[in-house]
């Protein structure tokens, strides 16, 4: 629970508010999170997967501005079809075969055959919609639904109760794992309630707490992410998952195992961000915390890029990132796509001014070149967050 000076950050029936000043910030930098969590040239599995939600999202707010409904899952279940057939799924004849839609046309990078090595493709080639009790691979575990489970989170005026319904529905359409359901709902809402902390000033230390407090009560028989949770908020027990002198191995690093399941990247990335803000002297901007979490998890055995996603989301979330700056002054392009002359050149100008920051190779994840892939990738990526904002904050 929050402690007596801050409200509640996860509220059953109410959420984040659209016109808040800081939502623009907030969503520009949580579509980076998977972008600046890796120092890939193209964009990794988690990128493209956060963006094939962002345009299911996109349009399920695109129907609700005409007046109509539009199922959520459903929409998400298509999208991730148009990623695993752009990555070589064969599907079968009596599976959905949806054409190319705009995020396809208008993001080349974004959509582009990549990495697709984890429990989701397999799924998604079997073309059939997996449900809570109705499960395609009942095992599945695998930690890339993390990243894309984060756009649930930045949903506007929805509490936690419809937060938890839509994260849950579009884990099971690939994950049958109850673990793997509830990391993701965990990844979802600590986003969440870190972009609301904006507005009370809370802490990390709260938002863990009180994303541990509603996946509590979730019905899902999740006992490992929970039990993960609660030694996240533990800072004893999260200290003593990045010190290398620990022997015997602690209950959270036995609990983490090799880092590969949901729940295990989950508690990873909490970790690390949980210690960056603890650490002395931090100025706590999110380029900062970020860069120490990300250099915390580069000496963690089980850490990978899931792990990192979520360090670095949480931090952009909270305070936001650099590399999102600098896009105020930017009109809106027609549809919001990529490929305005005006974005590009105002980019430029951002990227020569980000701050650098190290991955465990050493290179640099931010300040790249904007004439190059990684440059491209993120006007792409700031391009989707302004269509989600004139989508979902039509009158702001």
């Not at 910030?25 to 579509?31: C, G, P, T």
Request: proline share 6%; with cysteine; aromatic share 4%.
């Amino acid at each position: 629970m929050t402690s007596p000076r801050t409200p509640e950050l996860l509220e059953q029936d109410r959420g984040l508010d659209a016109a808040s000043s800081w939502y623009p910030s907030l969503v520009r930098s949580v579509f980076l999170a998977p972008w600046r969590a890796t120092a890939a040239e193209r964009p990794g599995e988690g990128t493209q997967l956060l963006a094939r939600t962002a345009g299911a999202l996109n349009e399920v707010a695109h129907w609700a501005n005409d007046g109509q409904a539009a199922d959520p899952t459903a929409c998400a279940w298509l999208a991730y079809l148009r990623w695993a057939v752009r990555n070589g799924a064969k599907l079968p004849g009596d599976a959905p075969h949806p054409p190319d839609d705009d995020l396809d046309h208008d993001y080349p990078l974004l959509t582009a055959p990549g990495e697709h090595a984890g429990d989701g493709f397999t799924a998604l080639s079997m073309g059939r919609l997996g449900e809570v009790s109705r499960p395609v691979l009942p095992l599945a575990d695998s930690a890339e639904i993390l990243a894309r489970t984060l756009p649930y989170g930045l949903v506007p005026h929805i509490g936690w109760k419809s937060l938890v319904a839509l994260a849950v529905d579009s884990a099971a359409i690939t994950h049958g794992s109850a673990e793997a359901q509830t990391a993701a709902v965990g990844a979802a809402l600590t986003v969440h309630a870190a972009g609301r902390a904006r507005g009370s000033g809370a802490s990390l230390q709260d938002v863990v707490e009180e994303t541990g407090r509603v996946v509590a009560l979730m019905t899902r028989p999740a006992p490992l992410t929970r039990e993960l949770l609660d030694l996240c908020a533990d800072r004893s027990a999260r200290d003593s998952l990045f010190d290398g002198m620990t022997e015997p191995a602690g209950a959270f690093t036995r609990a983490v195992g090799d880092g590969t399941a949901a729940s295990s990247a989950l508690a990873l990335g909490l970790a690390a961000v949980l210690c960056a803000e603890d650490a002395p002297h931090a100025d706590n901007s999110g380029d900062d915390v970020a860069q120490r979490a990300l250099s915390l998890l580069s000496g963690h055995p089980a850490a990978n890029d899931a792990a990192r996603t979520v360090a670095v989301s949480v931090a952009a979330a909270r305070w936001g990132l650099g590399d999102a700056a600098h896009r105020e002054d930017i009109g809106e392009s027609g549809n919001g796509a990529a490929g305005d002359d005006r974005m590009a050149q105002q980019d430029a100008v951002a990227d020569d001014n980000s701050r650098t920051t190290k991955t465990d190779s050493g290179t640099d994840t931010s300040g790249t070149d904007p004439s190059g892939t990684r440059g491209a990738t993120r006007r792409e990526l700031l391009a989707l967050a302004d269509r989600w904002l004139a989508l979902w904050r039509p009158h702001a």
